[in-house]
């Protein structure tokens, strides 16, 4: 028998168990079994709950960087760090999200897939998701205009090359010329296609869904707004109930009055919580580089000098936290957004996203409030302190 460890006195935040006492019994990084508190007794480690509510881990499924390294760093110590640094505040898990730069190396892919899987210290790195480079120009956000091309399958070849099993999202515009053939390679490959970045109208985004996209990059940011003639994409992805959204809930990105109705139509079941962070996250506010262009990070928020905003540097802790506070949803709700529904996104939910025998034991003890009080990964406690 391997490394055993007991979480006492804990309280369920399952669904089918919400609210009771438990006890989870953890061997070789694995939950073997949950059970009625003070039903089981192991020769083994143990730790105390103490009555904190018992989540799976965190899952970002889009985050660029943090700590000080981006993905774009293409190193394995930048990794690290990024991975050291979301463990601190609850995220278990996480995509690796980047750009490309057609007609480069783009050796930064190739690193990531190479990690991914791997101890990095911290958060578990489950793959890769990539914004572009088949995106709209007029719709780029703080994309650089050199990660952009029109759809072409060789760029694709060398990307999926690069990247391998490691691909996870692609980001793409379902408006632009020669995309079907790029979408149907995608999902051929296993790989989730993602709205976003795209100025197509509620036609072309019918359509890409009907091509097969299922997932929408930030919602309401990088595309065009709801105007009552003009429905755009919003309304074609709010009246679909198959497509899942992520949200930025910083209340920069999008203000919680929308924040709050995307949770009306599309429930805590369509929807996942990120951050979008890069690489001033978890670092004081202050000027930092991305993609070697100039950004100033300050109070959660990053951009450019010009004022385009670029991302995030809220943990997802926050971001989760204020999704409660801007929607009114339930805790069971909220932990939905950043465990099970990512999970399915990242296509780990087989492993992760809950508290289950046999899923990675990847555990938060938390208060009612989601303030952490350890962190699990893989069996293992962690450090929070920041």
């Given at each position: 028998?391997?490394?055993?460890?007991?979480?006492?006195?804990?309280i369920?935040?399952?669904?089918n168990?919400?609210?009771?006492?438990?006890?989870?019994?953890?061997?070789?990084?694995?939950?073997?079994?949950?059970?009625?508190?003070?039903?089981?007794?192991?020769?083994?480690?143990?730790?105390?709950?103490?009555?904190?509510?018992?989540?799976?881990?965190?899952?970002?499924?889009?985050?660029?960087?943090?700590?000080?390294?981006?993905?774009?760093d293409?190193?394995?110590?930048?990794?690290?760090?990024?991975?050291?640094?979301?463990a601190?505040?609850?995220?278990?898990?996480?995509?690796?999200?980047?750009?490309?730069?057609?007609?480069?190396g783009n050796?930064?892919?190739?690193?990531?897939?190479?990690c991914?899987g791997?101890d990095l210290?911290?958060?578990?790195?489950?793959?890769?998701?990539i914004?572009?480079?088949?995106?709209?120009?007029?719709?780029?956000?703080?994309?650089?205009p050199g990660?952009?091309?029109a759809?072409?399958p060789?760029i694709?070849?060398?990307?999926?090359?690069l990247?391998?099993?490691?691909?996870?999202?692609?980001?793409?515009a379902?408006?632009?010329?020669g995309?079907?053939?790029?979408?149907?390679?995608?999902?051929?490959?296993?790989i989730?296609?993602?709205?976003?970045?795209?100025?197509?109208?509620?036609?072309?985004?019918?359509?890409?869904?009907g091509?097969g996209i299922?997932h929408?990059?930030?919602?309401?940011n990088?595309?065009?707004?709801?105007?009552?003639r003009?429905?755009?994409?919003?309304?074609?992805?709010?009246?679909?109930?198959?497509?899942?959204?992520?949200?930025?809930?910083?209340?920069?990105?999008v203000h919680?009055?929308?924040?709050?109705?995307?949770?009306?139509?599309?429930?805590?079941?369509?929807?996942?919580?990120?951050?979008?962070?890069?690489?001033?996250?978890?670092?004081?506010?202050?000027?930092?580089?991305?993609n070697?262009?100039?950004?100033?990070?300050?109070?959660?928020?990053?951009?450019?000098?010009d004022?385009?905003?670029?991302g995030?540097?809220?943990s997802?802790?926050?971001?989760?936290?204020?999704?409660?506070?801007?929607?009114?949803?339930?805790?069971?709700?909220?932990?939905?957004?950043?465990?099970?529904?990512?999970?399915?996104i990242?296509?780990v939910?087989?492993?992760?996203g809950?508290?289950?025998p046999?899923?990675?034991?990847?555990?938060l003890?938390?208060?009612?409030?989601?303030?952490?009080?350890?962190?699990?990964?893989?069996?293992?406690?962690?450090?929070?302190?920041?």
């Amino acid at each position: 028998m391997g490394q055993r460890l007991l979480v006492c006195n804990a309280i369920s935040c399952n669904n089918n168990n919400a609210g009771k006492p438990i006890d989870i019994l953890i061997s070789d990084g694995l939950i073997q079994s949950v059970h009625p508190a003070g039903t089981i007794s192991c020769d083994c480690s143990s730790l105390d709950a103490g009555g904190s509510i018992a989540m799976p881990g965190m899952i970002d499924i889009h985050i660029h960087g943090a700590g000080g390294s981006d993905s774009l760093d293409g190193t394995r110590e930048s990794l690290e760090t990024i991975s050291r640094t979301l463990a601190k505040t609850g995220t278990t898990s996480f995509l690796t999200t980047m750009v490309v730069t057609p007609g480069e190396g783009n050796r930064h892919l190739k690193r990531a897939a190479d990690c991914t899987g791997s101890d990095l210290g911290g958060a578990e790195l489950l793959g890769i998701y990539i914004e572009g480079p088949f995106i709209s120009m007029e719709k780029r956000g703080g994309i650089l205009p050199g990660c952009i091309t029109a759809p072409s399958p060789a760029i694709l070849d060398e990307i999926l090359e690069l990247a391998g099993d490691a691909m996870k999202v692609m980001c793409v515009a379902p408006e632009l010329e020669g995309i079907d053939e790029i979408i149907k390679t995608l999902i051929y490959s296993g790989i989730k296609v993602s709205f976003g970045h795209s100025d197509a109208g509620y036609d072309e985004t019918v359509k890409g869904f009907g091509m097969g996209i299922s997932h929408v990059t930030h919602l309401f940011n990088t595309m065009r707004p709801l105007h009552h003639r003009n429905p755009g994409p919003l309304a074609a992805i709010f009246e679909n109930s198959s497509i899942t959204a992520e949200l930025i809930g910083d209340s920069y990105h999008v203000h919680p009055s929308l924040i709050n109705m995307a949770y009306r139509l599309k429930t805590s079941r369509g929807l996942v919580c990120i951050t979008d962070g890069i690489r001033s996250t978890g670092l004081p506010d202050g000027k930092y580089m991305y993609n070697n262009k100039e950004y100033i990070s300050e109070g959660g928020l990053a951009r450019y000098t010009d004022g385009t905003f670029i991302g995030s540097t809220m943990s997802l802790k926050e971001i989760t936290s204020n999704f409660m506070k801007f929607t009114g949803c339930s805790l069971n709700e909220a932990i939905d957004t950043v465990t099970i529904n990512p999970a399915r996104i990242a296509g780990v939910d087989n492993r992760k996203g809950s508290l289950e025998p046999g899923k990675d034991a990847d555990i938060l003890l938390v208060t009612p409030s989601l303030e952490i009080k350890k962190t699990i990964i893989a069996g293992r406690i962690t450090d929070n302190d920041q």
